[in-house]
C-alpha cells in the first residue's frame, strides 16, 4: 500500500529547516567543545613553560651567584700563570757564561791563546725589547739565539784550523767561522785573527731552553 503524505509543502519545508538548523546547531557546539579542549590544553601548556621559564631565571641567578664568588679564584690563577710565564722569559735562551769559558779552556789548542771574548744573546719576538726572531741554523736543526766572537793570537795557520774544528765540537755551538789572520810578521809564524760562532738553543742552560719552548 503506498502511502500519502497530506501535510501542506509550507509544513513540510519547515521540518527540513527545523532539522538543517537542529543539525548546524549541534555541530557548532561540537567545534566549539573542540576549540575549548584545544585552548585548555595550550594554557596548560603555556603554564608549565612559564613554570620552567621561572625555575630556569632563578637557577641562573644561583649560577651568577656562584660564578661571582669563584671569580676571584679564577683572577689569581690567571695572575699565577701571567707570573709564571714571566719568570720563564726572564730565562729564555739564558746561557752559563761560566761554562762557556770552561768549555773555551778545554778546545782551545795549547799552540794559542785568547786576548778577547765577547758573547751575546739574540732578543727573541714576542719578549720586551725583542727584535727580530732568530733564524733557523739548518745544519743544527735549530733556531740561533745568539753569537760569541774571539780575538787571539796562535802559531801557525794550523792551530786555527785546529781551532775552528774544536769548536765545532761543542754542543750548541756552530757555524764557526773566521774573519781574519794577520801575521805579526814576516816568516813570524804567529797569527792574530779574530773569529766567531753561533749558539744554539742546545747551548742555552735547562731553565733557558725551557723558556723557549713557551
Not at 727573541?124 to 727584535?131: E, I, L, R, S, Y
Request: glycine fraction near 8%; avoid cysteine.
Amino acid at each position: 500500500m503506498s502511502q500519502v503524505n497530506l501535510l501542506p509543502p509550507e509544513l513540510r519545508q519547515r521540518q527540513v529547516l527545523r532539522r538543517t538548523t537542529s543539525i548546524i546547531i549541534a555541530a557548532g557546539l561540537g567545534l566549539l567543545a573542540l576549540v575549548g579542549i584545544f585552548y585548555f590544553f595550550q594554557t596548560q601548556r603555556l603554564a608549565d613553560a612559564q613554570a620552567e621559564l621561572a625555575a630556569q631565571e632563578v637557577r641562573n641567578v644561583e649560577l651568577q651567584t656562584q660564578i661571582a664568588e669563584l671569580q676571584p679564584f679564577a683572577d689569581l690563577q690567571a695572575e699565577l700563570q701571567a707570573k709564571e710565564q714571566l719568570a720563564a722569559s726572564m730565562f729564555l735562551n739564558e746561557v752559563s757564561w761560566s761554562s762557556v769559558l770552561l768549555d773555551v779552556s778545554r778546545v782551545i789548542p795549547d799552540a794559542s791563546y785568547l786576548t778577547n771574548l765577547t758573547g751575546q744573546i739574540t732578543a727573541v719576538a714576542g719578549t720586551p725589547g725583542a727584535g727580530a726572531a732568530p733564524a733557523p741554523d739548518a745544519a743544527a736543526g735549530s733556531a740561533l739565539i745568539g753569537s760569541i766572537s774571539f780575538q787571539g793570537v796562535a802559531k801557525e795557520t794550523e792551530t786555527i784550523a785546529t781551532w775552528l774544528t774544536r769548536l765545532e765540537q761543542v754542543e750548541g755551538w756552530v757555524n764557526a767561522w773566521v774573519s781574519s789572520a794577520q801575521e805579526e810578521g814576516p816568516f813570524s809564524g804567529i797569527y792574530n785573527f779574530s773569529s766567531g760562532l753561533d749558539l744554539t738553543l742546545a747551548a742555552a742552560t735547562e731553565r733557558g731552553q725551557e723558556g723557549g719552548q713557551l
